[in-house]
Nanobody, 125 residues
Framework: QVQVVESGGGLVQAGGSLRLSCTVS????????MGWFRQAPGKEREGVSC????????YYADSVKGRFTISRDNAKNTLYLQMNSLKPADTAMYYC??????????????????WGQGTQVSVSS
């Protein structure tokens, strides 16, 4: 049984930082590309960042480029998202997902097979 568990969300002031983690079990983690999505109330789920199975290539949405950094530790079956210079517009539920899905130009939820339950990130102004 595949389990995807996010952690690290919370409430932070604008300009602050958070580090999200996602631990995966029940599959060969280093066979899968990994991604972070987010969804704010009343909005569609959007891709934030993804990383290829080897960690060699990454993608970032324009809205987070230069502020967020995705990384993975295949020995620990864990994905990370370092979020700096947070803005109120970053407030959302953040989801971790696994799939054979790496795309250097965009991210689509339909390409990911396994999802976590999400962790809430709230940024106050």
């Amino acid at each position: 049984q595949v389990q995807v568990v996010e952690s690290g969300g919370g409430l932070v002031q604008a300009g602050g930082s958070l580090r999200l983690s996602c631990t995966v079990s029940g599959l060969s983690f280093d066979d899968y590309d990994m991604g972070w999505f987010r969804q704010a109330p009343g909005k569609e789920r959007e891709g934030v960042s993804c990383i290829i199975w080897s960690g060699d290539s990454t993608y970032y949405a324009d809205s987070v480029k230069g502020r967020f950094t995705i990384s993975r530790d295949n020995a620990k079956n864990t994905l990370y998202l370092q979020m700096n210079s947070l803005k109120p517009a970053d407030t959302a539920m953040y989801y971790c997902a696994a799939g054979s899905a790496y795309n250097p130009y965009d991210m689509f939820p339909r390409d990911y097979n396994y999802w976590g339950q999400g962790t809430q990130v709230s940024v106050s102004s």
